[in-house]
């Protein structure tokens, strides 16, 4: 009889160490098992052969696949001390729900005969500055071609027998990325990210464990997780992405789990980027890590020319027309229009109206549930919180004072769509945010984008990452301030992001392109820089405030956040915390209590704490110790 310790695959186990069981038969280092926990089977991991317990230990059954990784097996385990969650749920992230019931059918697609662009000065100098192993980032301005240095760097690394991954943002943006890849490498390229269906990701997952011959896996951030032998190159395309960042236990972010993934193969890691977090920007210069800068547009088909017009939101004689769209936007999207050029209209908010609110009384429709105001959807008729997607009809009269002055304000891109569709009738119009059903995702239309065949999109920051559009030729930001209103430590750098990314949809060598920019702080120097590509000042100021005010990249930060039935309940449980913490000793800087941001949340109030410390140590020494009835976001991208 043979006994090994297993790391259980499943959530509902949260201890911190292996199980014991035992196996009629030796059992290889990174074997897949089946294993009894409570009254379920579930996947398993082996990671250690062990002498016989002191208890009875049940038996494994024995899966007919090859072993992981070894190194994806030490990813687990560096994960479980950086990123402190229940084992169980960090092992989930390495393993399918269950395995295939059939095999993955290999397609027969050889590479096409592609004669790729020549390789600009840029990119030359790039890939000449790239080291055969570690982190390297490409801080490349839209349209220089950062993808054709991700094939160059592919090609190396499968002539050498090494496998790749190459990350997206959005599983939207996977379809022309995978697209472009098996253009070049065939059949070698699969793709997995969580919105294939569960049978085709298991599928894939067993085909990519069994390959012997170098692979291409694009995908989203779990993509990383895959289980490829001999790795050689892991790119993170639009690295600044808050959705690289994950919003539930383990609370990893990809950029570290890359970088310690490529370090224990000796691989590759390039983070790619026209618009680089400050952080990773920051701690790239003080490793003295390779940074690629490349300002050269790539194509040059066409006259690479943009021209900007910038609107003041304030002055409403500019706005006789529509009262969303300037009379300056309008006139350039007839002109569009008329020339066969396509229209991208940017709005970072959903829905029809975001307030609804009376103006006899002051009520305002809010969720019963989280005290958010609930969003007007004009398509269905109905309010919707965002948060807790309760629903509820649209008032005709004001439910306090029964007057019918009941108004709706500040516009989303549902009410965009209708003010577009009664100004340009004959226009084919589509919508792409995350209100989209599952059959109107970008990714199902992305032929019919790509080509021209829709006249107008309109969107929310779906639109703005990394699409390249031949037949755009203007791009409309309906209000360019409305991601600075938030009152969090990132508001500037996500609006600089956000800006920089959708201007850069036109000017990319196809065609010339113009950008109108609606805006109420015409003269604000965030804006200055946004426009003149002025990243060194945009960084520098950045950096100064980062610094002043004790946030990344000079502290690390973690939320702690509890919800309790009131808000004086929360509020004294997180007093309670703070001044426990406080009496540690600890190196640290405590903001709070406090409100969270969305105070109340399915009819429970939430408080939290903000830490910060130089040692992230610290941080992770918290959370390990944390009272029940906590949660936890360790380096947050926003205090939000």
Not at 254 to 283: E, M, N, Q
């Amino acid at each position: 009889m043979h006994f090994v310790e297993v790391l259980p695959g499943d959530a509902s186990y949260h201890g911190d160490g292996p199980l014991t069981y035992s196996s009629s038969e030796p059992l290889l280092i990174g074997s897949l098992v089946s294993v009894p926990l409570r009254r379920k089977q579930i996947l398993g991991i082996v990671v250690s052969h062990v002498g016989k317990p002191s208890f009875v230990a049940k038996a494994v059954t024995p899966i007919s696949l090859p072993a992981l990784p070894p190194e994806l097996i030490e990813l687990l385990k560096w994960m479980q001390h950086y990123y402190p969650a229940p084992l169980g749920v960090i092992t989930q992230l390495v393993l399918p729900k269950a395995l295939p019931k059939k095999p993955y059918t290999e397609t027969n697609r050889a590479p096409l005969p592609l004669e790729l662009p020549v390789l600009t000065d840029d990119q030359q100098k790039a890939l000449s500055q790239v080291a055969p192993s570690g982190l390297h980032l490409l801080h490349g301005e839209t349209g220089t071609g950062k993808t054709r240095v991700y094939i160059e760097l592919a090609k190396q690394a499968v002539e050498s027998g090494k496998s790749v991954i190459v990350l997206t943002p959005e599983i939207g943006l996977t379809s022309q990325l995978a697209n472009t890849m098996t253009d070049v490498f065939g059949n070698r390229v699969v793709v997995l990210h969580s919105q294939l269906t569960d049978a085709t990701r298991q599928r894939s997952w067993q085909y990519v464990l069994e390959q012997t011959k170098p692979l291409i896996v694009v995908g989203a951030r779990s993509a990383l997780f895959s289980p490829m032998h001999n790795l050689g190159l892991i790119v993170i395309d639009e690295s600044h992405e808050t959705a690289y960042k994950q919003d539930q236990a383990p609370y990893y972010h990809t950029t570290p789990v890359a970088a310690k993934l490529a370090a224990l193969h000796g691989a590759r890691v390039i983070l790619g980027s026209a618009t680089p977090l400050v952080s990773d920007y920051y701690i790239a210069n003080a490793k003295k890590r390779p940074i690629m800068r490349m300002t050269e547009t790539a194509s040059k088909q066409n006259d690479d020319a943009r021209t900007i017009d910038v609107v003041d939101l304030r002055d409403r004689t500019l706005f006789t027309k529509s009262p969303h769209l300037s009379n300056t936007l309008i006139s350039h999207a007839q002109a569009a229009l008329q020339k066969g050029e396509q229209i991208l209209l940017f709005l970072n908010r959903r829905g029809t109206a975001r307030v609804i609110f009376c103006e006899r009384c002051g009520w305002q429709a809010a969720c019963p549930h989280c005290d958010l105001p609930l969003i007007y959807h004009g398509d269905i008729h109905q309010m919707r919180c965002h948060s807790c997607e309760f629903k509820a009809p649209t008032p005709t009269s004001c439910p306090e004072c029964h007057n019918t002055s009941v108004v709706y304000r500040t516009i989303g891109t549902k009410a965009v769509v209708e003010e577009t569709e009664r100004l340009f009738p004959e226009a084919r119009i589509m919508r792409f945010d995350t209100d989209n059903k599952l059959h109107e995702r970008i990714e199902h239309h992305y032929e019919a984008v790509h080509s021209g065949q829709v006249n107008i999109l309109i969107g929310t920051q779906t639109l703005a990452k990394g699409l390249d559009l031949p037949k755009l030729g203007l791009v409309g930001v309906v209000a360019a301030d409305s991601s600075l209103n938030f009152p969090d430590f990132s508001a500037q750098e996500r609006t600089y992001q956000l800006l920089t990314q959708v201007i850069g949809r036109v000017g990319r060598g196809h065609r010339k392109g113009r950008v109108v920019l609606q805006t109420y702080a015409p003269d604000s120097s965030l804006l200055k820089a946004i426009i003149d590509k002025d990243w060194d000042t945009f960084y520098n100021n950045e950096l100064a405030e980062r610094e002043q005010f004790a946030f990344p990249p000079f502290y690390y930060l973690l939320k702690l956040s509890c919800k309790r039935s009131s808000s004086s309940s929360a509020e004294q449980t997180a007093s309670n915390l703070a001044k426990e913490l406080r009496s540690k000793g600890y190196k640290i800087i405590i903001e709070g209590p406090a409100p969270s941001f969305h105070e109340k949340s399915q009819n429970k109030f939430a408080w939290q704490l903000i830490i910060k410390a130089r040692r992230r140590e610290l941080l992770t020494e918290i959370i390990r110790r944390l009272p029940s009835g906590w949660d936890y976001d360790i380096d947050p991208m926003n205090l939000l």
